[in-house]
């Protein structure tokens, strides 16, 4: 069993930044690749961006590229979503999640589901 448990979210304005955590308990934290996902109300939950155990292979949504960076500490059972350049198209509810493997940009091939942080671009 996996424990996952977001923080970081909020109101910013356009332009802004925001870093988002997920913190993991539960099991050996650095054998699993993390990715994040956000989801709109009346919208599919989409894929964000993912990373794998080590840190060194990546992979992000076409939207979110040059503006978002992931990133883990595998000593703090922790991994991030910075976010900069900010837009109003970025207002969802993020997620992280954990599978076993190699990174996935599918949100059904992430076992264990974190409880959602908000976040919200104002224009």
């Known amino acids: 069993q996996v424990q996952l448990v977001e923080s970081g979210g909020g109101l910013v304005q356009a332009g802004g930044s925001l870093r988002l955590s997920c913190a993991a308990s539960?099991?050996?934290?650095?054998?699993?690749?993390m990715g994040w996902f956000r989801q709109v109300p009346g919208k599919e939950r989409e894929f964000v961006a993912a990373?794998?155990?080590?840190?060194?292979?990546?992979d992000y949504a076409d939207s979110v590229k040059g503006r978002f960076t992931i990133s883990r500490d595998n000593a703090k059972n922790t991994v991030y979503l910075q976010m900069n350049s900010l837009k109003p198209e970025d207002t969802a509810v993020y997620y992280c999640?954990?599978?076993?493997?190699?990174?996935?940009?599918?949100?059904?091939?992430?076992?264990?589901w974190g409880q959602g942080t908000q976040v919200t671009v104002s224009s």
């Open positions: 990373i794998d155990w080590s840190g060194t292979n990546t």
């Open positions: 539960g099991r050996t934290f650095s054998n699993y690749a």
């Open positions: 999640a954990t599978r076993w493997g190699y990174v996935s940009t599918r949100s059904y091939e992430y076992g264990y």
